[in-house]
C-alpha cells in the first residue's frame, strides 16, 4: 500500500537534509514522496541527487503561487498512493512512525490514522542521541492508555471535565459490557451487534475530532501533520487547502477531512517531531513569523470554516470551543497590555460577534473567570472585560510577587525605580551573574578608582559579602530589591555577561559589553544547536544585546566572530581584554610568590593549571550542569607528586562538581577563587580542552596541553568550533590521562616542537594585549577627563 509524503519546502537546506534523512530510514519502504518547492533560493541539487532513489522522490517548484496551502495542494495533484501523508521540512519522524500508522489501516481500512507529535528545538542527531534515552519507556504504554490518558487530560486542560469523564467512562462501560456478556455467555443478535460496532467506532470517531481539533491552545494548533490519510476522502470530496490563508489553512483542510471520514485509527507510538526554530531572527518558522494582519487571517480562517460544516455538527462546536479559548488565553490579555486600541474596538467586536452566534452549549460548559469573561464579552462591555483581566493578571502576579522575592524587585523596577532620576556618575559592575570580583569589570573598575579617586560611585553585583574588593563602592546582590534598584538609576553598566531580560534601556545610559573571552565554540546565531542553555536563546539574546553600547574584543579574530554570532553592530573596543593586563605587569613574579603563599601552594614545586570548560549535554535541566572529572589525580599524584601540583580550575557552571578526596595536597581546588587571571601567574603549564582560557594564557608564551577525550563528538554534535584545533592550537590534542601524564614528563620536547606554531598563534590571538586594555576601554566609555 503506497503512501504519498508530501514535503513542502521554503528554506532551511539543514532542516530538510535531517527531514529527509528521518524518512529514508523508515522501516516502512512503500513510499513516495513529493518535495515541493516554493520559490527556494537554496541548491538542493545534492540532496535531490543523495536521497533521491532511495525515497521514490519527485520534485516539483511552485510557479506563480507561494505559501505552504499552494505547495501541499500541488502535492496533492502529483500524489497516486492510497494514502497521504504531510510532513514539514523542518521536522523528522521516529524510525517506525509509518509502519504503525499504516499497520493500523490493514485490518480496519481506517479513513484517517493519527499518531503523536512531540516538540523539540533540537536538530535530529541531537535529538536522537539525548532525548531518545527514554523512548523505550514511553512506547512501553499502550494505545489504550493513551487513548484515555490524552482524552481526559486535553479535556481538563479545557475545562471540560464532564466530557472526559463521560468519554472515559463510556469506554469502560462497553468494554465491562462486552465481558459481562462473554462471562454469561450471552449471545448477541446481529442488530445488537450491528449497533454496538457503530456504537464503536462513532466512539473513535468523536475521539478523533476531539483530540485533533479540541486542544489547548487556539486554531494556530490545529494541523494536519502525523495523520495518514486516505487520499480516495480528499479527492472524492475535492478537498484542497485554502491558498489565500497563510498561516491557518490546515483548519478548514482538517475540519473537512475529519468530516467526511468515517473509520478512525489512533496510534500513539508513531511519533512525529515538530521541530521549533532557535532562531526566529534569521530563519522563523511559520508560527514563529510576526505578521500584522494575523488576527484578520485567524478571523478569516474561522468564517471560512465553519461554512463548509454543518451549524449543528460537534466538529462546529468544538472549533467554536477554540475560539473561545483564544479569546480567554491570548486576545484578553492584550485588552490590557497591548498599546494599540484596535484589541479594545474592532477586533473586540469581531470577537462579540462571533461568540454571540455560538451554540450555547458552548458557553455554559465554560467555568468561573473563563464564563465571566465570556459573558462580559457577549454583553459588549469592554469595561467590566478589562476588570476581569486586570483581577486575574494581577492576581498571578501578586501571587508571584508574595512568593518570589525576584518578581517583588522585578516589580518594583518597573513599577517605581524607573520612574526615580538616573544618577549621572554611578556605575554598576557585574561579572559572571554575581559569583565573583573578577574579569574584565574588576580592571575596567580598578583603573578607574585608582585614576579618578571620588568621580564615580561604584555598585559591585556580588553574592558572596565576603569578596575583598578595594576601593569605595557598594554591594548588591543578584536579583535583590536593592539590585532592581541600582540597574534602574546607574548610567554605566559594566557587564562580562548578559543583564536580565527584564532591564529597560534609559535614554542616556551607556552599557560596556566586555564579554568574557575569545570564542572557541560557537556562539549564539553561528549555532546550529542550543543545547545547555534555553531553547530561546537566540531570540533572547537578540534582544539583551541591542541594549548594548559598546562591546570589547580581545583580538581582530573575536571582532569579526561578535559581529556575526552576536549580530552586534554598534562600537567595538579592539584593544585587548582588561583582565589581561595583570599578565604584563612589571611586577608579576611578586605578585606570584605572593598569591601561592596565599593559597599555601609549595613555593619549590612546579603547578599544572588544569581548566576544563563544561558540556553543552551535561546538564540536569535548564541552567543545571554536571562535570565527570576525567584526570587521574591519584596515579599523577603518584607519577608527578615530587615535582609537581596541580590547581584545577572548572567553568563557573560547574564549581562545586570536583571531588579531590584523597589528594588535597597534590591538587588544590581553585574553583571558588575569584580571579582566573591571578592563577595563570602562578601556572608554569595549562591543560585545557575547549575553554576560551587557552587564549588569554598564551599571552604568558608559556606550555599548553589540551586533553580532548571528547573532541569528535564535541567538534561534530555539540556546537563546532571556529578554529581548527588540529591544525592552530599551540599544543599536543590528548585523548588520555596516561597520555596527559607523559606530556608533562617530556614537557620541554613539546615546547620545542610547537615553537613556530605558538608564534603564529600568539600573532593571531594576544597582538592587541599591551598591559593597557583598561586605561583605553575606559577612556573611551567614561571619557572622565571631559565629563
Aim: aromatic share 14%.
Amino acid at each position: 500500500m503506497k503512501v504519498s509524503v508530501i514535503i513542502p519546502f521554503h528554506y532551511g537546506i539543514a532542516f530538510l537534509e535531517d527531514c529527509l534523512i528521518s524518512l529514508r530510514e523508515q522501516n516502512y519502504r512503500d513510499l513516495e514522496t513529493i518535495l515541493v518547492c516554493d520559490h527556494i533560493e537554496e541548491n538542493i541539487d545534492v540532496l535531490v541527487a543523495e536521497f533521491g532513489q532511495d525515497l521514490n522522490m519527485s520534485v516539483y517548484h511552485l510557479d506563480e503561487t507561494t505559501g505552504v496551502a499552494a505547495a501541499r495542494n500541488l502535492g496533492l495533484d502529483k500524489a497516486q498512493g492510497e494514502y497521504i501523508y504531510f510532513l514539514d521540512s523542518d521536522d523528522y519522524l521516529y524510525i517506525d512512525t509509518l509502519a504503525l500508522l499504516v499497520e493500523s489501516t490493514i485490518d480496519t481500512d481506517a479513513d484517517i490514522v493519527y499518531g503523536k507529535k512531540k516538540r523539540s528545538w533540537f536538530k535530529r542527531s541531537v535529538y536522537m542521541s539525548t532525548v531518545m534515552e527514554n523512548a523505550d519507556e514511553e512506547n512501553a504504554e499502550s494505545d489504550e492508555d493513551n487513548n484515555a490518558f490524552e482524552d481526559a487530560e486535553s479535556n481538563a486542560e479545557n475545562g471540560n471535565e464532564s466530557e472526559s469523564k463521560s468519554s472515559i467512562d463510556d469506554d469502560n462501560s462497553d468494554e465491562d459490557d462486552d465481558s459481562a456478556d462473554d462471562e454469561n455467555e450471552v449471545e448477541l443478535s446481529e442488530e445488537e451487534l450491528m449497533a454496538a460496532e457503530e456504537r464503536r467506532i462513532r466512539r473513535k470517531r468523536e475521539r478523533a475530532h476531539h483530540t485533533m481539533v479540541t486542544t489547548r491552545k487556539g486554531i494556530r494548533n490545529v494541523s494536519v501533520l502525523n495523520i495518514l490519510m486516505k487520499r480516495s476522502v480528499i479527492e472524492e470530496n475535492n478537498i484542497r487547502f485554502n491558498e489565500k490563508f497563510k498561516f491557518y489553512s490546515d483548519l478548514s483542510f482538517l475540519v473537512q477531512v475529519l468530516e467526511y471520514a468515517q473509520i478512525f485509527e489512533k496510534k500513539m507510538r508513531a511519533v512525529y517531531i515538530k521541530r521549533k526554530h532557535n532562531d526566529s531572527i534569521n530563519m522563523p518558522a511559520l508560527s514563529q513569523i510576526k505578521d500584522p494582519g494575523k488576527f484578520d487571517e485567524y478571523i478569516e480562517a474561522y468564517y471560512y470554516t465553519i461554512s463548509l460544516i454543518p451549524e449543528d455538527s460537534t466538529l462546529r462546536r468544538r472549533v467554536d470551543r477554540k475560539i473561545i479559548n483564544y479569546y480567554v488565553k491570548t486576545f484578553a490579555p492584550k485588552l490590557r497590555r497591548s498599546t494599540n486600541d484596535a484589541w479594545r474596538t474592532e477586533r473586540f467586536e469581531i470577537l462579540r460577534k462571533i461568540v454571540n452566534n455560538m451554540d450555547p452549549s458552548v458557553i455554559k460548559m465554560q467555568k468561573g473567570y473563563r464564563k465571566r469573561l465570556v459573558k462580559a464579552l457577549m454583553k459588549g462591555d469592554l469595561k467590566k472585560s478589562q476588570r476581569l483581566v486586570n483581577w486575574d493578571l494581577g492576581k498571578k502576579k501578586f501571587k508571584k510577587i508574595i512568593t518570589n522575592k525576584r518578581a517583588l524587585a522585578k516589580f518594583l523596577y518597573i513599577h517605581s525605580f524607573l520612574k526615580k532620576p538616573m544618577m549621572e556618575n554611578w556605575v554598576i559592575c557585574e561579572s559572571f551573574f554575581g559569583k565573583s570580583y573578577s574579569d574584565s569589570p574588576k580592571y575596567i573598575y580598578e583603573y578607574l578608582s585608582k585614576t579618578y579617586p571620588g568621580k564615580y560611585k561604584f555598585i559591585w553585583v556580588i553574592n558572596n559579602k565576603k569578596s575583598d574588593i578595594p576601593y569605595p563602592h557598594k554591594k548588591v546582590k543578584r536579583f535583590s530589591i536593592r539590585y532592581a534598584y541600582y540597574l534602574a538609576r546607574c548610567k554605566y553598566f559594566v557587564f562580562n555577561v548578559r543583564q536580565p531580560r527584564w532591564v529597560r534601556k534609559r535614554e542616556g545610559s551607556i552599557f560596556l559589553e566586555t564579554w568574557h573571552g575569545t570564542p572557541l565554540k560557537r556562539l549564539v546565531f553561528d549555532q546550529d544547536e542550543v543545547c545547555g542553555a534555553s531553547p530561546q536563546h537566540k531570540i533572547q539574546f537578540y534582544k539583551d544585546s541591542r541594549k548594548w553600547d559598546y562591546l570589547v574584543s580581545a583580538n581582530y579574530f573575536s571582532s569579526d566572530v561578535f559581529r556575526s554570532a552576536f549580530m552586534f553592530d554598534k562600537e567595538m573596543l579592539e584593544f585587548g581584554y582588561p583582565r589581561n593586563d595583570i599578565l604584563y605587569a612589571t611586577d608579576k613574579e611578586e605578585k606570584a610568590i605572593s598569591l601561592k603563599k596565599k593559597l599555601g601552594i609549595p613555593l619549590d614545586k612546579k603547578t599544572v593549571l588544569y581548566a576544563p570548560t563544561w558540556r553543552d549535554d551535561e546538564f540536569y535541566g535548564s541552567g543545571q550542569y554536571k562535570f565527570e572529572l576525567k584526570l587521574d589525580l591519584r596515579k599523577m599524584k603518584q607519577e608527578l607528586g615530587d615535582e609537581y601540583v596541580v590547581l584545577l580550575r572548572t567553568h563557573y557552571y560547574i564549581a562545586d562538581s570536583l571531588d579531590t578526596t584523597g589528594v588535597e595536597d597534590f591538587a588544590f581546588n581553585l574553583s571558588k577563587y575569584d580571579d582566573i587571571a591571578e592563577i595563570y601567574l602562578i601556572s608554569d603549564i595549562l591543560i585545557t580542552d575547549y575553554s576560551s582560557v587557552f587564549f588569554d594564557y598564551a599571552n604568558l608564551q608559556r606550555p599548553m596541553l589540551f586533553f580532548t577525550y571528547d573532541l569528535e563528538k564535541y567538534r561534530d554534535v555539540l556546537r563546532g568550533f571556529y578554529i581548527d584545533m588540529l591544525e592552530e592550537v599551540p599544543g599536543p590534542l590528548l585523548f588520555t590521562s596516561d597520555e596527559v601524564l607523559e606530556a608533562i614528563k617530556n614537557i620541554d620536547k613539546i615546547e620545542r616542537e610547537y615553537r613556530d606554531r605558538y608564534r603564529v598563534f600568539y600573532d593571531k590571538f594576544c597582538s592587541l594585549d599591551d598591559g593597557h586594555a583598561s586605561e583605553h576601554v575606559a577612556e573611551t566609555v567614561f571619557n572622565p577627563k571631559n565629563n
